[in-house]
């Protein structure tokens, strides 16, 4: 069975950072890819970052987080990071990291694609 823990999440205040980590278990002998995504109150959950098995191919939305957050993994430690730099109150939501065992090398904007999620880890940028 697979299971993903956030961890990371934290209160912060506008402009400074955070380093969101993701760490995979039980189906680690395979290729996947990773996402992260965000919801905040009131809204659907948006896609943040992707990163493919290599490591090579990232994805972001590029008119929130491009320039500010950057996606990396481990695979030796089955973890996945977000690292949110220039944080601003609009960032604040619940971050979630997902699992895509289906296409590992080309990783999906799309929730509807992974089939596997964390529990989420809340951030909190204060203005």
């Known amino acids: 069975q697979v299971q993903l823990v956030e961890s990371g999440g934290g209160l912060v205040q506008a402009g400074g950072s955070l380093k969101l980590s993701c760490v995979v278990s039980?189906?680690?002998?395979?290729?996947?890819?990773m996402g992260w995504f965000r919801q905040a109150p009131g809204k659907e959950r948006e896609f943040v970052a992707a990163?493919?098995?290599?490591?090579?191919?990232?994805?972001y939305d590029v008119d929130s987080v491009k320039g500010r957050f950057t996606i990396s993994r481990d695979k030796v430690k089955n973890t996945v990071y977000l690292q949110m730099n220039s944080l601003k109150p609009e960032d604040t939501a619940v971050y979630y990291c997902?699992?895509?065992?289906?296409?590992?090398?080309?990783?999906?904007?799309?929730?509807?694609?992974?089939?596997?999620w964390g529990q989420g880890t809340q951030v909190t940028v204060s203005s």
């Open positions: 997902a699992a895509d065992f289906t296409n590992s090398y080309y990783p999906s904007s799309s929730p509807s694609d992974y089939g596997h």
């Open positions: 039980g189906r680690t002998f395979t290729s996947y890819a």
């Open positions: 990163i493919g098995w290599s490591g090579s191919t990232t994805y």
